[in-house]
């Protein structure tokens, strides 16, 4: 058995989740937070066969798409780190999704 660790975008979550649902995978939502943008977004816990993984995958591929955001990145001022009303706004592309897949030695429910 596997564990998918899938950080997605809070737009695509919900429909993620059914989809997931609806191909009978079990999932746990967590509501997280990007370290980068310091913005909302989820991470699924999903226990999947080995033999499902690469459809669980697929899954996650066709329902997250990846999209621009602006953040606020703080920028040197002559070689000083300025914050607040310095940082410059730049185009960050996040997205579909970032997976983790672990080995899973136990899979136990008591
Ligand atoms: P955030 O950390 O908020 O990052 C959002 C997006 O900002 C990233 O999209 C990436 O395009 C950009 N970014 C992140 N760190 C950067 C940096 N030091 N310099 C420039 N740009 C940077 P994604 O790569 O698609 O990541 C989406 C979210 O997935 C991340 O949100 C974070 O929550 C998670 N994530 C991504 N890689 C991770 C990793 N290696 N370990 C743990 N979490 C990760």
Not at 35 to 48: D, K, P
Not at 76 to 84: K, M, N, P, Q
């Amino acid at each position: 058995m596997k564990l998918i660790i899938a950080i997605v975008q809070d737009e695509d979550a919900s429909r993620l989740i059914t989809n997931l649902m609806e191909n009978r995978f079990s999932v746990t939502k967590l509501a997280t937070t990007g370290g980068f943008l310091r913005a909302g977004n989820t991470t699924l816990l999903l226990g999947v066969e080995d033999e499902r993984l690469d459809e669980a995958k697929t899954l996650i591929e066709k329902v997250c798409h990846s999209r621009t955001q602006m953040a606020a990145v703080p920028h040197d001022v002559g070689g000083v780190a300025a914050g607040g009303f310095n940082a410059m706004p730049v185009e960050v592309k996040v997205g579909g999704a970032t997976l983790f897949v672990l080995s899973v030695d136990q899979f136990i429910k008591l």
